[in-house]
């Protein structure tokens, strides 16, 4: 893929950020990896051999943006500021009211004084400037990381105004023909209803098993106690995958075990801790985006799922009898978490049988394989990226 948008999508918390820096660092070390080839073989050195190819940074919206860079907090504040300094350094040069002596006394771009180039340029000129720094910021990198914010489901609006942000930069890309390859992560939650998702490929961030959340609490912790191995595994089920909620639910257990000290943790003492309430509430997103006027089956829709990773398929009417609910209701339940791929059912003679499924994703219609671990994803991933030759061009304007 030589020029595209990447949509690394994935529940809240379920280790976007973690998957993008894993993708940085593979693409940092094959980057430097090349270098070194290079600097070996006494190859010609190319003008832009010394940029980063790869470049990782959180999204801010305009106005955050740019006070970030020039504070020096944003990942990108170096590159920026030397682009910015040069570009402002050209205009004050080709400025005919500006006069000669004026322009000897600034010496150059390094010892250019800011608010003097504002005055003597404009508030406008100096606003257009800055996203021509910035964009040349950017496309000296051959990939772009976009890390965006946890959005809540009042938050359209901001998502909105955000993408579009990010749709400038593509047109920017698209119109002078640069070879840039954009990743963002977003949550999928809130992937939808915006044309600009239409334009990206799609890359989903598969949950983690509960199995793989024990076994990375074991390894960190190189035993389970206080917990017990059934308690520890209800705790990742809860979690639906989502590492951070793992972490949540573990802190809460500890505190409410302190209380009681009377042995080890087992699953009782933690549904006294994670209540589904609780639950529904951490899931409030996906549970309001299935159910929007059925807010009565959304702590439903927590318990069956987490009835069946306990204790694997089971008929419907088993379900009925086991959740107090009525035929239709269940019936109803059943069919919204079937359409979202939360559950599958299948006959067995009268009766339906309800299991949990391993939703497998797609890329672009090719099956991703399994994710082990954050590494293994980036490899997936990286395999979008090519080689590419770039010659950017003077931007000339690059109003918004």
Not at 108 to 118: M, N
Not at 141 to 159: C, F, N
Not at 314 to 328: A, I, P, S, Y
Request: proline share 3%; aromatic share 8%.
């Amino acid at each position: 893929m030589h020029r595209g948008v990447i949509a690394l999508v994935g529940r809240q918390g379920v280790g976007k950020s973690a998957a993008l820096q894993a993708i940085y660092v593979s693409l940092v070390m094959r980057q430097e990896e090349n270098r070194r080839r290079i600097l070996e073989s006494k190859t010609k050195i190319q003008e832009n051999f010394l940029w980063d190819h790869v470049v990782l940074f959180k999204w801010r919206g305009e106005r955050e943006l740019f006070k970030s860079l020039f504070d020096e907090t944003h990942e990108l504040s170096r590159i920026f500021n030397l682009e910015y300094r040069d570009i402002v350094w050209q205009r004050i040069r080709d400025d005919e009211r500006i006069t000669d002596s004026e322009k000897y006394e600034q010496h150059g771009p390094g010892s250019l004084d800011l608010k003097w180039a504002q005055a003597k340029l404009g508030s406008f000129a100096i606003d257009t400037l800055r996203r021509e720094a910035w964009l040349q910021t950017l496309v000296h990198s051959k990939v772009v990381l976009i890390d965006m914010p946890d959005y809540s489901k009042t938050d359209r609006r901001l998502l909105a105004k955000d993408l579009e942000g990010i749709y400038w930069l593509w047109n920017m890309v698209t119109h002078y023909n640069i070879e840039v390859n954009i990743v963002i992560a977003i949550q999928n939650e809130m992937f939808r209803d915006h044309f600009f998702f239409d334009k990206m490929e799609k890359a989903e961030l598969e949950p983690l098993k509960p199995e793989q959340m024990v076994e990375a609490y074991r390894k960190r912790f190189k035993a389970i106690k206080p917990f017990t191995e059934d308690a520890l595994l209800t705790l990742a089920r809860m979690s639906r995958g989502i590492f951070r909620r793992f972490l949540r639910y573990i802190t809460l257990t500890l505190q409410h075990w302190e209380t009681k000290r009377s042995g080890p943790i087992d699953t009782t003492i933690v549904k006294e801790a994670v209540t589904v309430e609780r639950l529904a509430e951490d899931m409030e997103l996906e549970l309001a985006e299935l159910f929007p006027k059925q807010s009565d089956l959304r702590l439903q829709a927590v318990r069956l799922p987490m009835r069946l990773e306990e204790s694997g398929p089971r008929k419907q009417t088993e379900l009925v009898e086991e959740l107090g609910m009525e035929d239709c209701a269940m019936s109803r339940l059943l069919a919204r978490l079937e359409l979202h791929r939360y559950i599958a059912r299948r006959r067995e003679g009268t009766d339906k049988l309800v299991s949990r499924v391993l939703i497998v994703r797609t890329i672009s219609g090719a099956i991703l394989q399994e994710r082990k671990h954050t590494h293994s994803y980036s490899s997936n991933l990286s395999g979008f990226f090519g080689k590419h030759g770039r010659a950017f061009p003077v931007v000339p304007s690059c109003e918004a």
